[in-house]
Structures are given as structure tokens and as C-alpha cells.
């Protein structure tokens, strides 16, 4: 079963479901980002299209936390409309097909 959290941002709401099977916030792999489990809410879709709109990419790193909770916030279809670019130095290939990364480092320091 799975929990459910309201968060609330203006002027949108969006559901937060975390998932029982994973533990909160705890990677599934150590070395590429843990999967997105979550479903996009009708709301974060259209953030992601107005951000995909404006090429907005999300720099993260696979060890933090708070980049796998915002992933989860907004949802899976949400994030494959994003670009996600890896920037942990010691990050490897990811094993989910769609968020497939590998280290950039020196893109992330150049922005």
C-alpha cells in the first residue's frame, strides 16, 4: 500500500505517493539515480511541459536526497519530460532505461 501526502505550492497542488516497497529517500543503487515510482499528477505534467517548453534541465546528483524527492513529487512521465543531468563525479550508467545518464561533472560546474 502506499501513503499519501499533500503539498501544496502556488498556485498548483500536487500529490506526493511514497511507496512502501522502497524506503523513503534510501537510493536503490549506489552509484545512478533510484528509480522514480511515482505517478505525474494531471498538475505536474503541466509544470514539465511549460519546463520542457523553456529546456529547463535538472542538475542533480544520484546520492541526494532532496533531487530523488523532487523526481518523486512531480512523477514519473513528469520527469521523462525533463532532461536530468547526472553531475556526481562517481556516478555510473543508470539501469532505468528512461533516465539513462552517466557523469557530467564539467557541464554541472559550467552552469
Known sequence: TSASKTITTSPLLLTKATSTSTPQNQPTNKKSPPPITTTSTPQALTLAQTLQHLNTKLYGAYWST???????????????????VECAKDAGMTTDSQRSSSSSSSLCKAR
Open 66 to 84: 532532496n533531487c530523488h524527492d523532487q523526481q518523486q513529487l512531480m512523477g514519473r512521465e513528469a520527469m521523462d519530460l525533463i532532461p536530468y
